[in-house]
């Protein structure tokens, strides 16, 4: 029995050793700080070469770091290594035109960690590595957790964790706010993990990231939303009679006059948005549209897109995978819920008048038969982009409306049907 042990012990040792030597065979980075150290930030450079692996140091625990190269710089092989696990490293999406370096996108832990592996992959000469982190203070109260409900009133202010709550123990923003009358909503995806579990500390790296490194004055959302349901206040209007709504952002193309910025936690390029997530985003864009009396199927001239829809996604602005694949084929279904609220007075009076459509899916000819003749009906087809069609009218009445679609594309389409009682809408699919 006790031979058995000690060849047990030897056979794990034998595969052990040439792990642990390699692993302490990398030599350890040499860098210089750019930036005296704070307890919640630290930036240093160092030269690397490519396809090498290096042992990075820290001087500060850090919950999130970010790098820079040079502006021609290519992140598709860097990536790091913490406690056996691969985190890629990836181009940042958000506001990086005009910048002389190549900026990666923030990396956020769930604790505290003070070294890491580095592969540079097709990165070399100058590396300049930024750390955070978010649990510096130790006066940070619990965070007052503020998920909507069913409840909550339709298209109200919804509940949210302030910035003073969230940001509590870090460094206040440091500039004038800026208003800005708001015509478009724009949805974006904060491209960090999906395993992430501490929302409150993924929103505290954001913050620290955009302030301490990219030198922004305040964190560039107007408010985001954590896969669980909680919204947070972005930019704080502080002291100002602005609302927080109106505070102009730092999220879109560098072109942010006339937007409101609405940030979903997580990378929806390969995770599929919540409902409870998606239910918020809801309740965010049917109060800001209720507010602005904006239409969410509207579209309106911006400097970054000449037709750019009320609610739209940071790629309708700008070359960018923001707000990744699976929220933005999502954005039609948030248009739609915000509408359906709005013709509903917000919940506050009783649905309007319904009316059927046939036949689904259609192939050529489509018939709305209100359920209560209207004699004021007016009937829109629209694309999911918002954009009215127009279409031949084969024949109409005050109860029944028949148009032809032969001349759209496969696809689906928006039915909005206005009466003296309000305005609903449907989605049909043509063939």
């Known amino acids: 029995m006790k031979k058995q042990y000690y060849v047990l012990i030897y056979t794990i040792g034998i595969i052990l050793l040439p792990l642990l030597t390699r692993a302490q065979s990398y030599p350890k980075l040499s860098v210089i700080e750019t930036r005296k150290a ?6 240093m ?5 490519a396809e090498a692996t290096y042992q990075v140091q820290t001087v500060i625990p850090f919950t999130g770091l970010s790098f820079r190269a040079s502006v021609d710089a290519n992140w598709s092989d860097t990536y790091i290594v913490i406690d056996q696990d691969t985190f890629r490293v990836r181009a940042e999406e958000h506001e990086t035109e005009g910048l002389r370096y190549s900026q990666s996108a923030l990396l956020v832990f769930d604790k505290p960690l003070q070294n890491f592996l580095l592969h540079t992959g097709q990165v070399q000469d100058s590396l300049v590595i930024s750390l955070f982190n978010a649990q510096a203070s130790t006066l940070t109260p619990a965070l007052r957790q503020e998920r909507l409900t069913e409840d909550e009133p339709l298209c109200k202010k919804p509940a949210l964790v302030t ?13 004038q706010r800026a208003s800005t009358q708001v015509a478009h909503v724009i949805i974006h995806h904060s491209a960090t993990s999906n395993s992430l579990a501490d929302y409150k500390n993924v929103v505290r790296n954001i913050y620290l990231f955009h302030t301490q490194d990219r030198g922004w004055s305040d964190i560039g959302y107007n408010f985001l939303v954590a896969p669980d349901g909680t919204l947070f206040e972005g930019r704080s209007s502080g002291r100002q009679s602005v609302e927080s709504d109106n505070i102009r952002g730092a999220h879109f193309c560098s072109r942010n006059s006339g937007t409101m910025g609405v940030c979903l936690l997580g990378n929806y390029n390969s995770a599929i948005p919540t409902d409870t997530a998606l239910a918020t985003i809801m309740r965010v864009t049917s109060w800001k549209l209720e507010k602005e009396g904006l239409d969410p199927f509207a579209s309106s001239a911006h400097s970054t897109n000449s037709n750019l829809g009320v609610i739209a996604g940071h790629r309708n602005g700008c070359a960018t995978e923001c707000p990744g694949e699976n929220l933005y084929a999502r954005l039609e279904d948030i248009r739609l819920a915000t509408d359906e609220l709005l013709a509903t007075n917000c919940g506050e009076e009783s649905e309007p008048q319904a009316f059927n459509v046939y036949p689904v899916p259609n192939d050529g000819m489509l018939t709305i038969a209100l359920t209560q003749p209207d004699s004021t009906v007016i009937l829109d087809v629209l694309d999911m982009q918002g954009r009215a069609l127009s279409l031949p009218v084969i024949s109409e009445n005050a109860g029944r409306l028949t148009v032809q679609t032969q001349i759209l594309s496969t696809g689906a389409y928006i039915v909005r049907v206005t009466t003296s009682r309000g305005v609903l809408t449907r989605k049909v699919l043509i063939e």
């Open 45 to 49: 450079v160092g030269e690397v070469e």
């Open 38 to 43: 704070t307890k919640y930030y630290h930036q």
């Open 163 to 175: 910035q003073e709550e969230w940001r509590a123990g870090l460094p206040a923003p440091t500039y």
